[in-house]
């Protein structure tokens, strides 16, 4: 997925340490840490090539994007643990969870 403006990054910090996580910069990407687990953040503006590793990831857009980029993972099916957040100018967001396989 393609990465985008300081902005977005910059609100996908915001978040994570306003959620207790030690958040630092990792390329283009940012590594958020706290306690024993690690998550990989990816700013996105809109959805690309999916990463093909990754235990724990989280990919952070606009509001807008969020249902397309949650939908492009769905449809790529990672094998890792993943979440969309989406978020706009004030702030505010919202978590969009990787749909959960049917129990057998």
């Known amino acids: 997925m393609a990465t985008v403006t300081t ?3 910059e609100k ?3 978040i994570f340490t ?3 996580y ?3 910069s990792d390329g283009t990407e940012l590594r958020a840490q706290r306690k024993w687990r690690v998550v ?3 700013p996105v503006d809109r959805p690309a090539e999916t990463p093909q ?3 724990l990831r989280c990919f952070v857009t606009w509001h807008e ?3 397309e980029v949650h939908e492009h993972l769905t449809s790529t099916d990672p094998s890792y ?3 969309v957040i989406g978020t706009d100018e004030n702030g505010e967001y919202e978590v969009y969870h990787a749909p959960q396989p049917l129990p057998a």
Do not use: K
């Open 7 to 9: 902005s977005l990054a």
């Open 12 to 14: 996908a910090e915001t």
């Open 18 to 20: 306003d959620l207790g």
């Open 22 to 24: 030690v958040v630092e």
């Open 40 to 42: 990989q953040v990816t």
């Open 53 to 55: 590793s990754g235990s």
């Open 65 to 67: 994007r969020a249902d």
């Open 81 to 83: 643990e993943w979440a």
